[in-house]
């Protein structure tokens, strides 16, 4: 019998052994108890306890974190600033510079087994992802979901993340990447601006790099002059959950994952502006079988 991953006669490799990518939907969450939760994922998939890869999907309350390296001195706000606001900033074991998170904006954290996953888990066998590809599925996923709402997006070259126009004379950031990879599984992730007041970026140097542009999905889209686009609008949860309805199976696809888990259903806040957008997106049937994001499936007559 021939090994998943060999070449067969015909040139093509035998297929690997699916693995699964659950996705959870949290909604709004405290930094904190998302921070414990990966934490808790990550060493049960690392003890092979935990059969599945994860992906949690959420918004946070206005939060700074800084990665295990980074510079305070590219916090700009003033201390009491901040704790008039109530935004903490919490040092973290993730790589990268200083991050802002908070209302309209898509935070994923993947748990995802790198090396060979413990002598418990399910997909013990399945070949290893490298942690450049691993970087590169979270980029381009971050990416599709941008397309999604019509907006071309990609990375930058030697710079972390997701970008529009990123070669171009006015590159704008519009997602933020850092991971940790500890025992052979990652945790931390990304987060992609959608309907985030972009004013926050002034409290820092987004990514310990000053004069930054930062940019969300509602910003690109009435810069765009797409329909029902509007540069300024209110930060929702609703916009957060659409996005993570795209980003999930775009992550699977770019894994080569299955997909499974929360099916979410978003009804109102289409981003984009079709009066008559179905409006739900599921990340599965309840058997496993992925379903496509609806962002542009409309009712049919």
């Not at 070949?127 to 709402?149: I, K, S, W």
């Not at 080569?256 to 979410?264: C, K, P, T, V």
């Amino acid at each position: 019998m021939e090994e998943p991953g060999t070449p067969r006669a015909d040139g093509r490799a035998v297929r690997l052994r699916s693995r699964t990518l659950r996705a959870r939907w949290l909604g709004r969450i405290g930094y904190r108890d998302a921070w414990a939760l990966q934490r808790a994922l990550a060493a049960a998939r690392a003890d092979g306890t935990l059969d599945e890869d994860q992906l949690l999907l959420m918004e946070h309350d206005a939060v700074l974190t800084l990665g295990r390296n980074a510079d305070v001195g590219h916090v700009i706000a003033p201390e009491p600033l901040l704790r008039e606001r109530g935004i903490e900033p919490i040092r973290v074991e993730r790589g990268g510079e200083v991050t802002y998170h908070g209302p309209g904006q898509l935070v994923a954290y993947p748990i995802v087994a790198l090396a060979a996953p413990g002598a418990g888990s399910a997909n013990r066998g399945s070949r290893p992802l490298g942690v450049r590809p691993f970087v590169e599925a979270l980029e381009g996923a971050m990416a599709d979901t941008c397309a999604a709402a019509g907006i071309a997006a990609g990375p930058r070259p030697g710079q972390p993340g997701c970008w529009v126009d990123a070669t171009g004379p006015l590159p704008r950031k519009i997602g933020a990447l850092g991971i940790r990879v500890a025992r052979g599984v990652s945790f931390h992730g990304i987060a992609l601006n959608v309907t985030t007041n972009l004013a926050d970026f002034d409290l820092i140097d987004p990514c310990g790099t000053p004069g930054l542009r930062s940019t969300s999905l509602a910003r690109e889209r009435a810069r765009a002059g797409l329909p029902g686009a509007d540069a300024d609008e209110a930060p929702t949860t609703a916009s957060v959950a659409q996005a993570a309805a795209a980003f999930a199976p775009a992550l699977a696809r770019r894994l080569g994952f299955e997909l499974a888990g929360d099916r979410l259903v978003v009804k109102s806040d289409h981003l984009c502006g079709e009066d008559a957008c179905v409006g739900c997106a599921g990340f599965s049937d309840g058997d496993g079988r992925d379903r496509d994001s609806c962002w542009h499936l409309h009712h049919r007559k």
